[in-house]
């Protein structure tokens, strides 16, 4: 009988320890800051070139003025340019290419005319065949 309250409490300390146990290593997390920092820019930048599609389609449509526009694209032009700009300058192109200040603004140009073909070719096998322009 003292045999198996023993063997249940050795039983239960090594459950309670081996549960325990990895609150008490110091071993150092491997957290890269510097990627959660790229995932965010890239995010920002994915979002502002959202928003700029989506105020070209709206000004097309009529329903943004052309003062409203312009204004508008230009904000969200600037901030889309300096997130790229950032991105470049600390994590380099995903080719290795380092872009020129002054290509930024054709870079920007080329990606959202780029999202806009594959966006209006996912509407067109959608079934639904409406293209924005």
Do not use: C
Request: without cysteine; hydrophobic residues 45%.
């Amino acid at each position: 009988m003292w045999i198996t309250f023993i063997l249940t409490g050795l039983v239960g300390v090594a459950a309670v320890g081996y549960v325990v146990w990895p609150l008490f290593r110091r071993t150092p997390f491997a957290v890269s800051h510097e990627r959660e920092d790229l995932a965010d820019l890239l995010t920002r930048k994915e979002v502002a070139l959202e928003a700029i599609r989506e105020l070209e389609f709206d000004h097309r449509v009529g329903k943004i003025e052309d003062g409203d526009f312009e204004r508008f694209n230009g904000i969200l032009r600037s901030r889309a340019m300096r997130l790229i700009e950032h991105i470049e300058a600390y994590y380099g192109s995903g080719e290795g290419i380092n872009i020129a200040t002054g290509q930024l603004d054709e870079a920007l140009e080329v990606e959202i005319s780029g999202r806009r073909r594959v966006e209006e070719a996912g509407a067109d096998e959608g079934g639904i065949g409406l293209r924005a322009e």
